[in-house]
């Protein structure tokens, strides 16, 4: 079978269904084929009736003796129940909404159902069981051995034959899958068994590696991943496939790098002087962190082919200054530096910083977002600003995306700042990188620094950030306090609501998040692309906020000044209300998880945050990062949704630790990487993704595909292997 076959080709794939897969990302065979299992059910013992006992996962295997469909009307529901009967004893089989199991378990057929025992006063019962009908069921009644000797001689006892041939779904060890609504793991196993046998894979990986590791045969790991016969088989073909996409994530890093090294750059000299003399300017004292980072980034200035350096520091760190540094030398040297951010409020803040701390010195700084442009301290039209980023007047340029259209040129760019780097896509970083428009440096490439306030654990940034020199800011500033966070219960909301009352009432201002909201489900039939989704989160959480704004200023806090902000305002509206609450014209600010990238506001020393079960520990950082930015005590307050305190004993992780890095340790073990780091964001498949955890598994895989370009840099040897890199490479990217 081709595997690049499209999905709707396949015989029970119709108009109703497709667009439901295509959501989960299925639109081919080896899609399908590659969508994994994220777990399994073990039905591989199959127990008499007469022994099964409540809370147990089974399997059972009998008659249906007797099935009704019972309507409950009031609740527009239905039941639909049947009595499955075996040689040791009966069970009933209740399944809910699903009237037409009625029609396909007829009284008479053989059926093996798999599920979990429930009780209540009614007695025991399988509650919703998935089910197949048996073709081959045959329980065998045996002569009474020694081992049943106090059984009465009239008992038969059940001996089970081998597994039914034809049971996929509740027997033996049963895959179950990613789904959507509509999409089952039931629907997905009918897809994807008939397809194994008919489907060869060529295996891309080498032969010798495959032997060191003991890794299965392609063939028989996907094989063996969708219907494993054990756990450990399972294991197996997972660590083989996990390999698989780490080695050639590896494999793209590194090729990526050597790529790098080659290509030139300007070198930027490094002046000490002029460094230290900026630096003991600074209305604050560099800590020891942020002195290393910045050396590190001068060193690499100065290296004839482009710096590629990802600036790690936890919230408040002060990673901004270092960059900043590493600009004031770059303008000092005549050439010119692009500050880029993900959102036009940010934009501005590292504007008004940028600005403030380079008042003395003789450097033209300008800002170009979607709705103005400024020079120094004053606002110009667009068309101007461009005009002097292209005649080289300007020295560093900050903006958003819309420094990144066509007709924005630059004389002499040798530095790309990226702040946030993880939001911008691939695309539109390679149009700065290429230093497209105006007049060229005989061709060279602008040295790239990234930069993020997400610590990443160390070994998902080796995979993530393979390509990327790193440097780590751990230390916070000297005056700032630790912030004070608690979790707060439904129980505990009058408490919260008087302490913020009286946190304003010093003077002080508020952060309150609203959490993400999901859209409603699109209707079946409706595939909704990708921007469409996105607009429909952004009007749900405008939503969210705006009915906690109406909360808050009309029933809680009457007496105060309520702003709201969301991602449906207008930026100019945006930039107004931060501006305002910034100055103090606002004592609470509403808003969506906007507020969590950068945003400075010194007087802030309250984070309320709206069930923040939602959120991830390394977001929930982030937010509280907003607040303690100046010497006044501040405090970060966990509203929880619920009093489950097993849902909560997460979000106790935060109260008792305040290191953004060992939080993103704890993170990545309690989501798993993928949610980590979010849906699809590194472009590493899903399964690599989840293997992230796996520190001796990356070793392995960075440590061969070293050993294999050092021998073979252009894989010559390796032609599958060579051709498997290219697709990869086009599939992926880092971001």
């Given at each position: 079978m081709n595997?690049?076959l499209?999905?709707?080709?396949?015989?029970?794939?119709g108009?109703?269904?497709l667009?439901?897969l295509?959501?989960?990302?299925?639109k081919t065979v080896?899609d399908?084929?590659?969508?994994f299992?994220?777990?399994y059910?073990?039905?591989?013992?199959t127990?008499?009736i007469a022994?099964?006992?409540?809370?147990q996962k089974?399997?059972?295997?009998?008659?249906v003796?007797k099935i009704t469909v019972?309507?409950i009307?009031?609740?527009r529901?239905?039941?639909?129940?049947?009595?499955?009967q075996?040689q040791?004893?009966?069970?009933?089989?209740?399944?809910?909404?699903?009237?037409?199991?009625?029609d396909?378990l007829?009284e008479g057929t053989f059926?093996s159902l798999a599920?979990k025992?429930?009780?209540?006063k009614?007695?025991?019962?399988l509650?919703n069981p998935?089910?197949?009908?048996?073709?081959?069921?045959n329980?065998?009644?045996t002569?009474?051995?020694?081992?049943?000797?106090d059984l009465p001689?009239?008992?038969?006892?059940?001996?089970?034959?081998?597994e039914?041939?034809?049971?996929?779904h509740?027997?033996g060890f049963?895959?179950?899958?990613?789904e959507t609504?509509?999409?089952?793991s039931?629907y997905?196993?009918?897809?994807?068994k008939p397809?194994?046998?008919?489907c060869?894979?060529t295996?891309h990986?080498p032969e010798a590696?495959?032997?060191?590791?003991?890794f299965r045969e392609?063939?028989?790991a996907?094989n063996?991943?969708?219907f494993?016969?054990?756990?450990n088989?399972a294991?197996n073909?997972?660590?083989?496939?996990?390999?698989?996409?780490l080695?050639?994530?590896?494999?793209?890093?590194l090729?990526?790098?050597?790529k790098l090294n080659?290509l030139?750059s300007?070198?930027v000299?490094?002046?000490q002087?002029a460094?230290?003399d900026f630096v003991a300017g600074?209305?604050?004292?560099l800590?020891?962190?942020?002195k290393?980072?910045a050396w590190?980034?001068?060193?690499?200035?100065?290296?004839?082919?482009?710096?590629n350096?990802?600036l790690?520091g936890?919230v408040?760190s002060?990673?901004t200054?270092v960059?900043?540094?590493?600009?004031?030398?770059?303008?000092?040297s005549?050439?010119?530096?692009?500050?880029?951010a993900?959102?036009e409020?940010l934009?501005?803040q590292?504007?008004?910083?940028i600005?403030?701390l380079?008042?003395?010195k003789?450097?033209?700084?300008?800002?170009?977002t979607?709705?103005?442009a400024c020079?120094?301290?004053?606002?110009?039209?667009k068309?101007?600003l461009k005009n002097k980023s292209?005649d080289?007047?300007l020295?560093?340029?900050?903006?958003?995306?819309a420094v990144i259209?066509?007709?924005v040129?630059?004389?002499?760019l040798?530095l790309v700042?990226i702040?946030e780097q993880h939001?911008?896509?691939?695309?539109?970083r390679?149009?700065?990188?290429?230093?497209?428009?105006?007049?060229?440096?005989n061709?060279?490439i602008?040295h790239?620094?990234?930069?993020?306030?997400?610590?990443?654990?160390?070994?998902?940034?080796l995979?993530i950030?393979?390509?990327l020199d790193?440097?780590?800011?751990?230390e916070?500033p000297?005056?700032?306090?630790k912030i004070i966070?608690?979790?707060?219960?439904p129980s505990k909301?009058?408490?919260?609501?008087d302490?913020?009352r009286e946190?304003?009432a010093?003077g002080?201002q508020v952060f309150?998040?609203?959490?993400?909201?999901?859209?409603d489900?699109p209707?079946?039939g409706?595939?909704?692309?990708?921007?469409?989704?996105k607009m429909?989160m952004a009007?749900?959480?405008?939503?969210?906020?705006?009915?906690?704004?109406?909360k808050l200023?009309?029933?809680?806090?009457?007496?105060?000044k309520?702003?709201?902000?969301?991602g449906?305002?207008?930026?100019k509206?945006?930039n107004?209300?931060m501006?305002?609450?910034?100055?103090?014209?606002?004592n609470?600010?509403v808003?969506?998880?906007?507020i969590e990238v950068?945003?400075?506001?010194?007087n802030a020393?309250v984070?309320?945050?709206?069930s923040?079960?939602?959120?991830?520990?390394?977001q929930?950082?982030q937010?509280r990062g907003r607040?303690g930015?100046d010497?006044?005590?501040?405090y970060c307050?966990l509203?929880?949704s619920?009093?489950?305190?097993?849902?909560?004993?997460r979000?106790?992780?935060?109260v008792e630790?305040?290191?953004?890095?060992?939080l993103?340790?704890?993170?990545?073990?309690i989501?798993?990487p993928?949610?980590f780091?979010g849906v699809?964001?590194?472009?590493?498949?899903?399964?690599?993704?989840?293997?992230l955890?796996n520190?001796?598994?990356i070793?392995?895989?960075?440590?061969?595909?070293?050993?294999?370009l050092k021998?073979?840099?252009g894989?010559?040897?390796?032609?599958?292997l060579?051709?498997?890199?290219e697709s990869?490479?086009?599939?992926?990217?880092?971001?």
């Amino acid at each position: 079978m081709n595997i690049f076959l499209p999905i709707e080709k396949l015989k029970n794939v119709g108009p109703k269904n497709l667009p439901r897969l295509n959501k989960l990302g299925i639109k081919t065979v080896k899609d399908l084929l590659w969508h994994f299992p994220v777990r399994y059910e073990d039905y591989t013992k199959t127990a008499p009736i007469a022994e099964i006992e409540a809370g147990q996962k089974i399997n059972i295997r009998g008659e249906v003796v007797k099935i009704t469909v019972r309507r409950i009307f009031p609740r527009r529901m239905s039941v639909t129940t049947a009595i499955v009967q075996d040689q040791s004893g009966a069970v009933k089989a209740v399944w809910f909404n699903q009237p037409y199991i009625a029609d396909q378990l007829t009284e008479g057929t053989f059926v093996s159902l798999a599920g979990k025992i429930h009780i209540d006063k009614h007695g025991t019962y399988l509650s919703n069981p998935t089910y197949e009908k048996i073709f081959s069921f045959n329980p065998v009644p045996t002569d009474t051995t020694a081992d049943d000797s106090d059984l009465p001689d009239e008992t038969p006892v059940i001996r089970y034959e081998e597994e039914p041939a034809n049971l996929i779904h509740t027997g033996g060890f049963v895959p179950v899958y990613p789904e959507t609504e509509g999409i089952t793991s039931k629907y997905l196993r009918f897809l994807i068994k008939p397809l194994l046998p008919n489907c060869r894979f060529t295996d891309h990986l080498p032969e010798a590696i495959s032997k060191k590791y003991g890794f299965r045969e392609l063939n028989a790991a996907v094989n063996s991943i969708h219907f494993p016969k054990n756990e450990n088989e399972a294991q197996n073909a997972k660590e083989r496939l996990a390999f698989d996409d780490l080695f050639l994530f590896q494999l793209k890093a590194l090729t990526e790098r050597r790529k790098l090294n080659q290509l030139k750059s300007v070198p930027v000299a490094f002046d000490q002087k002029a460094a230290q003399d900026f630096v003991a300017g600074l209305p604050f004292e560099l800590t020891h962190d942020q002195k290393v980072a910045a050396w590190e980034i001068l060193k690499d200035l100065q290296k004839s082919y482009p710096m590629n350096r990802l600036l790690e520091g936890d919230v408040g760190s002060g990673k901004t200054v270092v960059a900043l540094l590493a600009a004031v030398q770059t303008a000092q040297s005549g050439y010119q530096t692009v500050f880029l951010a993900p959102t036009e409020v940010l934009a501005r803040q590292h504007f008004k910083t940028i600005t403030d701390l380079t008042r003395n010195k003789d450097i033209n700084i300008g800002l170009l977002t979607g709705s103005s442009a400024c020079m120094n301290d004053q606002e110009i039209k667009k068309g101007l600003l461009k005009n002097k980023s292209a005649d080289g007047t300007l020295d560093i340029i900050i903006g958003t995306h819309a420094v990144i259209q066509k007709d924005v040129a630059f004389k002499n760019l040798a530095l790309v700042v990226i702040d946030e780097q993880h939001r911008f896509g691939i695309n539109q970083r390679a149009a700065l990188i290429k230093n497209q428009g105006g007049e060229k440096i005989n061709s060279l490439i602008p040295h790239l620094l990234s930069m993020t306030a997400t610590p990443i654990p160390r070994t998902l940034a080796l995979t993530i950030y393979g390509d990327l020199d790193i440097s780590i800011i751990k230390e916070k500033p000297k005056n700032r306090k630790k912030i004070i966070t608690s979790v707060t219960t439904p129980s505990k909301i009058k408490w919260a609501y008087d302490f913020i009352r009286e946190e304003v009432a010093k003077g002080r201002q508020v952060f309150v998040i609203c959490p993400r909201i999901e859209p409603d489900e699109p209707k079946i039939g409706v595939f909704l692309k990708t921007r469409q989704l996105k607009m429909n989160m952004a009007w749900a959480d405008a939503k969210a906020v705006e009915e906690e704004y109406k909360k808050l200023s009309k029933e809680i806090f009457p007496d105060l000044k309520v702003a709201m902000l969301h991602g449906k305002m207008k930026p100019k509206d945006k930039n107004r209300i931060m501006e305002d609450f910034k100055n103090g014209v606002f004592n609470i600010l509403v808003s969506t998880s906007v507020i969590e990238v950068g945003v400075d506001v010194p007087n802030a020393t309250v984070m309320a945050i709206e069930s923040a079960e939602r959120f991830g520990l390394a977001q929930l950082h982030q937010f509280r990062g907003r607040v303690g930015r100046d010497e006044y005590q501040s405090y970060c307050l966990l509203f929880s949704s619920t009093a489950d305190k097993k849902i909560n004993k997460r979000l106790e992780a935060l109260v008792e630790c305040d290191d953004g890095f060992v939080l993103a340790e704890k993170d990545m073990a309690i989501r798993g990487p993928g949610e980590f780091f979010g849906v699809k964001q590194s472009g590493l498949p899903d399964l690599g993704m989840a293997s992230l955890a796996n520190v001796d598994l990356i070793k392995k895989a960075r440590f061969e595909a070293r050993l294999l370009l050092k021998e073979d840099p252009g894989l010559k040897k390796y032609p599958l292997l060579s051709k498997k890199l290219e697709s990869f490479q086009r599939l992926t990217h880092f971001e």
